[in-house]
């Protein structure tokens, strides 16, 4: 059991760490082609942060293990929604601009909305694979437009704008010149340690989730689900004490619209699943209740306040508790 917590806690590190050194890499790449800085933070930033999500839910399923790798994505857009934005606001209520809320809110819910759907019927497979990542393009297009009239900033814009916040290396330049050769050998490095961090912390979970006589999407549900996103909880964290809530706000509406588009849809194409019938029948209905539920805690007073965010983190508790079968 030491080995497998071991396994996943150094996948966890080779996955963050990796993702960090990825997206760098990526970033001055797409500098050098040309790319506007808008679009590289929607893409790029946005998606590259989403990458230890991506590499253990991908191979979890390439692993013949669909718990760990759905339950990974449902259970990182429940952490996110109630641990992470309730973090948040304990550190700092912030204020919500509505027109945000509902049309990024919106979009997060009838992504969940679909992924049930798809439960209840195709299952996780390459056409739905491919129906959600054309979503995610008609998303990013839609939110490059919006940005560039000067609309509200959407929350993928947000989540790039947290990354960038945390670690400035991130933040695209207008202009820039030079070789391609570091940003090069910085993607290839961050690929190998997502890859290989991806690998030891599914081993980890697996070994784990059979030494404790526990199923496969409980680990992925809380332990992968709340490691694979802690990125997110340090970026959110920052944005609130910086008094930035839209942002914070927005890193997690972005994070989970990603979460389900992006990785969910690239599972179904490399690794077509059958979701879980546990996290078809509970866990998946309870992430459309939170969505509404965090909505109409920000939609109410226009704000997020210290008593909602200590309900919420209080519920990812309570949550976290039950599925690791404490009650």
Not at 128 to 139: D, F, I, K, S, T
Not at 185 to 211: E, M, P, T
Not at 218 to 239: D, K, N, Q, R
Not at 256 to 270: A, D, E, H, M
């Amino acid at each position: 059991m030491l080995i497998d917590s071991l396994f996943l806690l150094v996948g966890l590190v080779f996955l963050i760490g990796g993702g960090e050194l990825l997206v760098r890499g990526a970033v001055r790449i797409a500098e050098r082609l040309g790319l506007s800085p808008m679009l590289i933070g929607l893409t790029v930033v946005g998606m590259g942060t989403s990458m230890p999500e991506l590499a253990a839910s991908v191979q979890a399923a390439l692993a013949g293990s669909p718990g760990i790798a759905v339950g990974n994505i449902v259970g990182s857009n429940i952490a996110n929604a109630l641990l992470i934005l309730g973090c948040a606001a304990l550190l700092s209520p912030f204020l919500v601009q509505r027109g945000v809320l509902r049309r990024d809110g919106g979009v997060g819910l009838a992504a969940a909305a679909a992924l049930l759907l798809a439960g209840h019927t195709l299952g996780l497979g390459r056409l739905v694979g491919v129906g959600l990542e054309l979503a995610m393009v008609a998303y990013v297009y839609l939110a490059f437009r919006q940005e560039k009239l000067g609309a509200d900033h959407s929350a993928g814009f947000d989540k790039a704008l947290a990354a960038e916040a945390v670690d400035p290396g991130l933040v695209p330049r207008v202009e820039s010149t030079g070789s391609l050769v570091v940003p090069a050998v910085l993607f290839l490095a961050g690929l190998v340690l997502i890859v290989g961090g991806g690998s030891l912390l599914v081993k980890g979970a697996i070994s784990i989730a059979s030494g404790l006589g526990v199923s496969d999407e409980t680990i992925g549900l809380t332990v992968v689900a709340v490691g694979t996103s802690l990125p997110e909880l340090v970026t959110s964290a920052i944005a609130a004490i910086k008094r930035q809530g839209d942002i914070a706000l927005g890193n997690v509406l972005g994070s989970n619209i990603y979460n389900i588009l992006f990785i969910g849809g690239l599972t179904g194409i490399v690794a077509p699943a059958t979701i879980p019938s546990g996290i078809l029948g509970f866990d998946l209905p309870l992430l459309l209740f939170i969505t509404l539920l965090v909505m109409g805690f920000a939609w109410t007073g226009g704000k997020l306040s210290r008593l909602e965010g200590a309900l919420l983190v209080v519920g990812y508790a309570a949550y976290a508790s039950f599925t690791a079968g404490l009650w």
